[in-house]
């Protein structure tokens, strides 16, 4: 009878740990792709979607000094810290409507980090954006985000602020993205825009 109790108890780990891959994931990623990852990804990264981030530019090592690596890495928050925002609300005469500009922000280890879209876009399109993000975020811990560092800015105060230039989200829920089949990499490379 032992013997079968801890037959069972060590099936019954096998089978847990197989279901649960993300355990051991942070080291597979980071074996494979040891530059595109910041921080820990909380289980919601995929080989995926670091493989994404090698399509876009050559991997590169990630450093304070260099704001102008083309290079998108991924960093993860705490959602309790994150926001998604539209910021500003300008009348663009050219395109005859309201643009905004969209911007995620995160705080990690007291440091803001701000994603700012590419752009101004209309007012309705950044509202599609936070549409989703409260569809993807709802009941959700961790939020992944990635993008190319833009600049590093200290205050008066001596506090830091790093701005990103926004390429996509992610939760364990889904993904959004700044360019439309971002967070597809079967689309991706079916649309010759990376190598298998």
Known sequence: MRKILILSLLFS??????????????????SQYPYALLTDDYGVLTEDDLKTN???????????????????????????TANLACEGRKYDFSEKVRVTLLVISGIRDGVLHEYLARRPMPLSS?????????????????????????????????????????????????????FEGECDLKKIIANGQCEN
């Not at 993300?22 to 080291?27: A, N, V």
């Not at 991997?59 to 991924?74: A, G, I, L």
């Not at 833009?150 to 390429?167: E, L, M």
């Open 54 to 80: 090698s399509c876009d530019a050559t991997p590169s090592p990630f450093s304070e000094k260099d704001t102008s690596s083309p290079y998108p890495y991924w960093q993860c928050f705490d959602l309790r």
């Open 13 to 30: 780990q096998t089978i847990d740990s197989a279901a649960r891959p993300e355990k051991y994931h942070p080291q597979q990623l980071i």
């Open 126 to 178: 950044c509202r599609l954006y936070q549409k989703a993000w409260r569809k993807f975020v709802e009941n959700e811990k961790y939020l992944c985000i990635s993008g190319e560092i833009s600049s590093i800015k200290t205050d008066s105060n001596g506090r830091r602020r790093w701005v990103w230039v926004f390429d996509r989200y992610k939760t364990k829920k889904g993904c959004d993205s700044y």
